[in-house]
């Protein structure tokens, strides 16, 4: 239900796909200006990893995390002890990019595809410096259309899907061909295989770093559940959700045609029925609900971005609020 777009597409700003690089040198200049002097610190990344490297110990506090346990410390103290760890100073992220058809969508200020763009621009300005490199898979539209019907509006051209790697390498010149790819992908029609993406970044295993996974999680949960708990047993996991607010609920606004970007099918929806905005709205609330379970489920982080909201305000905070909860001893 909540894949459904309008037909008629919005009103919007520049899209990335229209003069690619003036936009990606605005949204650089943009995202510069409001993180740099923000989100400085001690640490290489968004999300800081402890590290690898073993440190001293010390005695355990609440909120440690129990896995860190120094047993022969603690059995010769017979206090508990927890190991430190030294922070690695070169951090490798990579994104897992998700740009399906329904990712073509927006009501807002913005396109879902835009935000996805711009959160992988805030995401490449962040881990960058320091010597540290970022990666990037992403894919758009990996099956077919389902089946034809009577209903759909100029079926979209069948073709293959794509799962494309960039390496990940550092410097600030290679993040701007990294976003450059990103920007350059086409949509293509049909529904994305969003965990056999997220499983791209299992192979080859690689050290641990960050991941990020940035897409609208509409493909069934089972699908990408697993890949993505596979990733957390290696890697610090940052779920970026970019939602649309007529996925969460439908206007009154009389018959409304809708369509699905990935199958094409087109259909009339009565918005004028209380009872069916009402179904519309909880059958929406349940889906988020359950992406964030999953999410939770596999020990990520989840930071939901919105068309209709500055998106980089609610990364400002999240990434404080991360930050704050590492020095307090908590992870999420």
């Given at each position: 239900m ?8 919005p009103?919007r700003?520049?899209a990335?796909g229209e003069r690619d ?6 949204l650089?200049?943009l995202i510069?200006?409001?993180l740099?002097?923000?989100l400085?610190?001690d640490?290489?990344?968004?999300l800081?990893?402890?590290g ?12 440690d ?6 047993w022969?410390?603690t059995?010769?103290t017979?206090?508990?002890h927890?190991?430190?760890t030294v922070?690695?100073r070169e951090?490798?992220?990579?994104l ?6 329904s990712?073509?969508?927006g009501t807002g200020?913005w396109l879902k595809?835009?935000v996805?763009?711009?959160?992988a621009a ?5 881990t ?8 990037a ?23 293959p899907?794509?799962l494309?790697r960039?390496p ?5 010149r290679?993040a701007?061909?990294?976003l450059r790819?990103?920007a350059h992908t086409?949509v293509r029609?049909?529904?994305?295989d969003l965990?056999a ?6 192979r080859p295993p690689?050290r641990r770093?960050?991941a990020?996974?940035i897409s609208?999680f509409l493909?069934p949960?089972?699908?990408?559940g697993r890949?993505l ?5 290696r ?7 970019v ?13 409304l045609?809708?369509v699905?970007?990935e199958t094409g099918e ?13 179904r ?11 992406i964030a ?13 919105r068309t209709d ?12 609020a991360?930050r704050?909860a590492?020095?307090r001893g908590?992870?999420r």
């Amino acid at each position: 239900m909540a894949r459904a777009a309008a037909v008629t597409p919005p009103v919007r700003p520049a899209a990335v796909g229209e003069r690619d690089e003036a936009v990606l040198a605005r949204l650089q200049l943009l995202i510069t200006r409001r993180l740099d002097g923000l989100l400085q610190g001690d640490y290489a990344g968004l999300l800081p990893g402890p590290g690898s490297e073993a440190g001293e110990s010390r005695e355990y506090r609440p909120g440690d995390d129990v896995r860190r346990m120094d047993w022969p410390v603690t059995a010769r103290t017979t206090m508990p002890h927890v190991r430190r760890t030294v922070a690695d100073r070169e951090l490798e992220t990579w994104l897992a990019v998700d740009l399906s058809a329904s990712l073509d969508f927006g009501t807002g200020r913005w396109l879902k595809r835009d935000v996805v763009v711009a959160a992988a621009a805030a995401l490449a300005h962040l881990t960058v410096r320091g010597g540290n490199r970022i990666g990037a898979v992403i894919g758009s539209g990996t099956e077919p259309p389902a089946r034809a019907s009577r209903w759909r509006a100029a079926p979209p051209p069948a073709g293959p899907g794509t799962l494309t790697r960039v390496p990940a390498r550092s410097g600030r010149r290679e993040a701007q061909a990294l976003l450059r790819a990103v920007a350059h992908t086409p949509v293509r029609p049909g529904r994305s295989d969003l965990g056999a993406l997220v499983d791209m970044l299992n192979r080859p295993p690689r050290r641990r770093g960050l991941a990020v996974v940035i897409s609208d999680f509409l493909a069934p949960p089972q699908q990408w559940g697993r890949p993505l708990r596979k990733l957390r047993v290696r890697h610090d996991v940052l779920a970026i959700e970019v939602v649309d607010p007529r996925e969460l609920e439908l206007p009154d606004v009389g018959v409304l045609p809708v369509v699905d970007p990935e199958t094409g099918e087109l259909h009339e929806v009565q918005t004028a029925d209380a009872g069916l905005r009402r179904r519309y709205a909880d059958a929406a609330v349940a889906q988020r609900d359950a992406i964030a379970a999953q999410v939770r489920a596999a020990g990520a982080a989840h930071l939901r971005l919105r068309t209709d909201r500055d998106w980089l305000l609610d990364m400002v905070r999240f990434v404080a609020a991360q930050r704050h909860a590492r020095t307090r001893g908590t992870t999420r």
